[in-house]
């Protein structure tokens, strides 16, 4: 059964926030502390001052409600969708995959052009949002893909594309391995290459910087990705607790993965951090830490199209992925970062737009 959803935060949540914020039990800061101890206090400060008492839930809420949200259950999770159709009546779907620390508003930018030529189905991770939180062990990336699987059989989809970047990337990947009949090619925006030793390939001083980058944050694997991949329940308490201590959280990756040039608004930033304080999934989202597999590329063998940013986490090395994937479609972008659908909607808009049509031409 597919139920239609409404965005109905209770008031005494937001006081609640209101009221915690007020409280804040701040820490001091070394002079001239800059970042090299996290995140600084006058912008954390500053950032939960608006949060306070500048910035209206509300007002967000009733945009978002705009949107046709609906809620079902498929494997014994609720699953929260947002579900838009192009005028075209045999348009191609798409189901657009967010990752961490996003949700389904990093695509609210892409649903305008994108829908002019395909179905969105745009849903929340289980354990993210208004999927809430899980109650079991093993929501992988495999397990969501079958879910997604389920979900596009349920609205009727027989043939349909995937988007995705972060854990959206590997779980559109993951669709395409379990659905490969029904996926007709899956778009990312983040594909991490590892190195490959036994890889007999001639590499660019570009794809060679590319892998020390990516051997670097091997071998320094980043504090925050650890403790969520080894105890993503202990710093769950602190999050849902504490809505500086979310804020600083989600806040410091915004700042650190977004390109200079395009950063997200605080405005928006602010809603994706609502989501998760309100919906109290600090730490079920975190748990996809935990349960994704790592090292191991998902085998599908649909058609893939790639784009690279420059101011990603890491740049993927194209000789590489092609070892892995059957690639139809790279494109390299100057501008954007972690958060392309944020970031540099235009862009990316264009970009899965371009591999879409050019896929259906040639299969």
């Given amino acids: 059964m597919i139920t239609p959803f409404r965005i109905a935060i209770p008031q005494a949540d937001l006081d609640d926030l209101t009221d915690r914020l007020a409280r804040t039990r701040w820490p001091n800061e070394v002079a001239d502390a800059g970042w090299d101890y996290g995140f600084p206090l006058a912008r954390l400060q500053e950032l939960a001052e608006y949060w306070r008492t500048g910035y209206d839930w509300r007002k967000h809420e009733a945009e978002l409600?705009?949107?046709?949200?609906?809620?079902?259950?498929?494997?014994?999770?609720?699953?929260?969708?947002?579900?838009?159709?192009?005028?075209?009546?045999?348009?191609?779907?798409?189901?657009?995959?967010?990752?961490w620390p996003g949700s389904f508003l990093e695509f609210l930018d892409l649903i305008e052009p994108l829908s002019q030529d395909h179905h969105l189905v745009i849903p929340s991770i289980p354990g993210y949002g208004f999927s809430g939180p899980t109650h079991e062990r093993g929501w992988d990336i495999t397990r969501i893909a079958r879910a997604w699987a389920e979900l596009m059989h349920r609205?009727?989809?027989?043939?349909?594309?995937?988007?995705?970047?972060?854990?959206?990337?590997?779980?559109?990947?993951?669709?395409?391995?379990?659905?490969?009949?029904?996926?007709?090619?899956?778009?990312?925006?983040?594909?991490?290459?590892?190195?490959?030793?036994?890889?007999?390939?001639?590499?660019?001083?570009?794809?060679?910087?590319?892998?020390?980058?990516?051997?670097?944050?091997?071998?320094?694997?980043?504090?925050?990705?650890?403790?969520?991949?080894?105890?993503?329940?202990?710093?769950?308490?602190?999050?849902?607790?504490?809505?500086?201590?979310?804020?600083?959280?989600?806040a410091e990756r915004f700042a650190q993965w977004t390109d200079p040039r395009s950063p997200v608004s605080d405005e928006r930033m602010l809603t994706d951090i609502s989501l998760y304080w309100l919906t109290a999934t600090a730490a079920s989202s975190s748990r996809l830490h935990h349960d994704a597999p790592r090292g191991a590329a998902v085998a599908c063998e649909v058609p893939v199209g790639v784009a690279v940013l420059t101011h990603?986490?890491?740049?993927?090395?194209?000789?590489?992925?092609?070892r892995l994937y059957d690639i139809r479609h790279w494109s390299e972008f100057e501008r954007g970062g972690h958060f392309a659908a944020m970031e540099v909607p235009e862009l990316l808009a264009a970009d899965v737009h371009a591999f879409f049509q050019h896929l259906a031409h040639i299969r």
């Fill in 312 to 322: 990603d986490i890491t740049q993927s090395v194209r000789p590489l992925a092609e």
């Fill in 155 to 250: 609205l009727g989809y027989q043939r349909y594309g995937a988007q995705g970047g972060d854990f959206g990337a590997g779980i559109s990947l993951a669709l395409g391995a379990v659905a490969p009949d029904h996926v007709v090619g899956v778009h990312v925006n983040y594909m991490p290459t590892r190195p490959d030793p036994n890889a007999d390939l001639e590499l660019s001083a570009t794809d060679e910087a590319r892998l020390d980058k990516i051997r670097y944050l091997m071998a320094n694997r980043p504090p925050y990705q650890a403790l969520l991949a080894a105890t993503p329940q202990t710093i769950g308490y602190a999050l849902t607790d504490s809505p500086v201590g979310q804020l600083a959280w989600i």
């Fill in 65 to 99: 409600n705009d949107l046709p949200h609906f809620t079902t259950e498929i494997d014994g999770q609720t699953i929260h969708f947002v579900h838009v159709r192009s005028p075209k009546p045999d348009a191609l779907a798409l189901i657009l995959t967010h990752g």
